[in-house]
Nanobody, 126 residues
Framework: VQLQASGGGLVQAGGSLRVSCVVS????????VAWFRQVPGKEREFVTS????????YYADSVKGRFTVSRDNAKNTVYLQMNSLNPEDTAVYYC????????????????????WGQGTQVTVSS
């Protein structure tokens, strides 16, 4: 499985940005796609996850109500729409995938995911 993240950039506080993750290669009948983010010197932090094969999303408390994850199965793409951004959202954003049945609230650790994209930088200026 290969994942390719894109769409990062520089945005002012209060603004919006959408990042995308294209999933390609061998895919599975059931899998989970997640977004994580990381700043230098800190662990990779869970942001959100989505069920690739049906309903189901989960958000970290820090982004709930501001970020929305969605997917377009026809395009093999997962999107992360980020609104009301603040400087604390500045990070490299990574998408990741895991072959599994989606269970809301599970698979919140980076080590839960064997497949990763290369990351895309999101910078929010104050």
């Amino acid at each position: 499985v290969q994942l390719q993240a894109s769409g990062g950039g520089l945005v002012q506080a209060g603004g919006s940005l959408r990042v995308s993750c294209v999933v390609s290669g061998r895919t599975f009948s059931t899998y989970v796609v997640a977004w994580f983010r990381q700043v230098p010197g800190k662990e990779r932090e869970f942001v959100t996850s989505i069920n690739w094969n049906g309903p189901g999303t989960y958000y970290a408390d820090s982004v709930k109500g501001r970020f929305t994850v969605s997917r377009d199965n026809a395009k093999n793409t997962v999107y992360l729409q980020m609104n009301s951004l603040n400087p604390e959202d500045t990070a490299v954003y990574y998408c990741a995938a895991r072959q599994d049945v989606y269970t809301r609230g599970y698979f919140l650790r980076a080590y839960d995911y064997p497949y990763w994209g290369q990351g895309t930088q999101v910078t929010v200026s104050s």
